[in-house]
Nanobody, 122 residues
Framework: QVQLVESGGGLVQAGGSLRLACTAS????????MGWFRQAPGKEREFVAA????????DYADSVKGRFTCSRENAKNTVYLQMNSLKPEDTAVYYC???????????????WGQGTQVTVSS
């Protein structure tokens, strides 16, 4: 079984930055692809970013491209989402997820974290 725990959410003003972290336990983290998703109130969950096992391949939603950066430290079993130039429309619960093979924004993920709230004030 895999456990994913997100951290780093909070309240920030528009234009500010936050860095989310997701720490995994229970599996060989370095073998797996990771993704970030978000869900705003009243909206469906949407893809944000994905990263392959080595960090050499990433994919981003058009809405965050150029502002968000996904990275990972396999030695710490942790994946990060650096979020810059935040906008009120980035307000959502952010989830990390894990799957065996990298497929960018496509495909299903096998394990999910509980989520962390990000609120961007205008």
């Amino acid at each position: 079984q895999v456990q994913l725990v997100e951290s780093g959410g909070g309240l920030v003003q528009a234009g500010g930055s936050l860095r989310l972290a997701c720490t995994a336990s229970g599996r060989t983290f370095s073998s797996y692809a990771m993704g970030w998703f978000r869900q705003a109130p009243g909206k469906e969950r949407e893809f944000v970013a994905a990263i392959n096992w080595s960090g050499s391949s990433t994919d981003y939603a058009d809405s965050v491209k150029g502002r968000f950066t996904c990275s990972r430290e396999n030695a710490k079993n942790t994946v990060y989402l650096q979020m810059n130039s935040l906008k009120p429309e980035d307000t959502a619960v952010y989830y990390c997820a894990l799957r065996r093979y990298y497929s960018g924004r496509y495909g299903n993920y096998d394990y999910w974290g509980q989520g962390t709230q990000v609120t961007v004030s205008s």
